[in-house]
């Protein structure tokens, strides 16, 4: 029985994406008439309590957020609720397991998709496929591969090898390659706007070996040595111009180290410590991580640097695992050479990372800064609801420009998984804005579908 809840876990995404594909055309239809509710009766004939100057205050954040709240309960999770229901007493979950695991084995092969497009900024549809098998080799040893397409110049490819050592430690080895024509670049700094967006080419080659220690149900310390090697070229997309749009105009130079080829040797060290329990215990806590690595050139663009980032966060369970939490990300990174950064190796927002409503490397500079507001909740075994507003953005050296005039806005709800996966299915909807000193206005519309990373 354990086993093959284990390999349940990995169709999550799969019958994720059946499920929320479905709720989305059923929340269209026209809901059927449901009878009145009756008038609660005055049991106790006190009557109803009076409105007091909290309840009057509330309606502020209430009114604020409706929108975002209408989406989530009515487009998402009672479509989705209703019909996930109907798929589990129909048995399809277990249908879906027995089938792409090969009839409930250790390993399992599962299609995949993603689409993340955007107002401002977006990036090609693709397609793939996600294989797992564990104790592969023997008990312990897990693989794990990924592959995805989105047509010419668009392909990406990782494999991971992890050995269990011990009850808590784990080693690790992984190859990835990417080349995608669809990256984003719009100036270093956060006030550009959307005129100075410009695509380019990355092809990029990576090697890892690392060794995760587990500190409690939460918590790790891990370590990393990355050998990663990219180049760029010219490239168009997404209606879009080329890198070279933007520089001809005027609007930026051309980015450091764009016309170089780069290999470096990258240490890298990540602690991360958390007080929270794990489902269906009490998530009420604290989290603190740190990270920080070193770069150094090995042939290419001779560049060296260093970066180091902290993320904090207090998380309220206000019931039933519905979670209020605070969350704050700042990272810089320092040039420790002749040459100047890199513009690979800025700070970025957006994406994965905070400031979901901007297109990953939307958002690069010297150092970023943001915080998140996030509630959370269950909509299913696998699944969480998710309602975030966030603030930040990218700064110069040591946060230089840090002011609330310059802070851009993300908000959004989507739909994300309940713990940590090696192929995450998520569905997001996001909106951000232009910096407040330039009045705030929204400017993107970020809207992603699917299977959002590897590994």
């Known amino acids: ?34 009878p009145a509710k009756r008038a609660v009766p005055d049991y106790d004939g006190r009557g109803e309590a009076p409105t007091t100057a909290g309840d009057v205050l509330l309606w502020v954040p209430r009114v ?15 479509p989705l609720g209703a019909l996930i229901t109907e798929m589990e007493r129909a048995d399809l979950p277990a249908l879906l397991v027995d089938f792409f695991t090969f009839g409930g084995s250790s390993a399992g092969l599962i299609p ?53 050592l011990g009850d808590h430690g784990q080693l690790s080895a992984s190859f990835d390659y990417t080349r995608r024509k669809d990256r984003v670049f719009a100036g270093i700094g956060g006030g550009f706007g959307d005129e100075a967006i410009g695509r380019y080419g990355l092809d990029q080659t990576e090697a890892t070996l690392g060794y995760r220690h587990q500190l409690g149900v939460r918590g790790f310390v891990e370590g990393d040595v990355r050998l990663s090697r990219y180049a760029f070229f010219a490239a168009t997309c997404c209606g879009d111009p080329s890198l070279g749009g933007p520089i001809a105009d005027g609007l930026y130079d051309p980015p450091d180290g764009f016309d170089s080829d780069h290999t470096y040797l990258i240490p ?59 969350r704050l990300h700042a990272e810089a990174v320092a040039n420790l050479g002749d040459a100047r950064l890199p513009f690979r190796e800025l700070a970025r927002l957006g994406g994965a990372a905070p400031l979901r409503a901007f297109a990953e490397g ?6 970023a800064a943001a915080a998140v507001l996030e509630y959370r909740w269950p909509i299913w ?20 420009g840090l002011e609330a005039d310059a802070l851009r806005l993300s908000f959004g ?22 910096p407040l000193g330039d009045g705030g206005g929204v400017t993107t519309v970020r809207v992603v579908i699917g299977t959002t990373s590897g590994f």
């Open 381 to 400: 075994v696998w699944l969480d609801g998710d309602l975030f507003v966030e603030a930040g953005n990218v700064f110069g050296p040591g946060f230089e």
């Open 362 to 367: 939307r958002l690069r500079g010297q150092s």
């Open 1 to 34: 029985m354990q086993g093959h809840t284990r390999q349940a876990r990995w169709l999550g995404p799969l019958v994720s994406a059946v499920a929320i594909a479905a709720a989305l055309v059923a929340g269209a239809a026209p809901a059927a008439a449901t």
């Open 64 to 78: 604020a957020m409706s929108p975002l709240y209408l989406v989530s309960e009515y487009v998402i999770r009672r």
């Open 112 to 164: 995949t998709m993603l689409f993340d497009f955007g107002l401002e900024a977006g990036a090609l549809p693709s397609g793939g496929f996600y294989f797992f098998w564990d104790d592969a080799l023997f008990d312990g040893h897990d693989l794990r591969l990924r592959a995805a397409f989105g047509g010419g110049d668009w392909i990406e490819a990782d494999v991971a090898s992890r050995v269990a």
């Open 268 to 326: 890298e060290l990540r602690i991360a410590l958390d007080s929270r329990a794990v489902r269906p215990g009490d998530e009420s806590g604290a989290r603190g991580e740190l990270f920080g690595s070193v770069g150094r050139a090995l042939s290419g663009y001779d560049a060296t640097f260093a970066r180091v980032g902290v993320q904090l966060g207090a998380f309220i369970d206000l019931y039933n695992n519905r979670v209020l939490g605070l």
């Open 413 to 434: 709800v989507g739909v994300r998984p309940a713990s940590i996966e090696d192929h995450p299915f998520e569905l997001l909807v996001a909106a951000g804005t232009g």
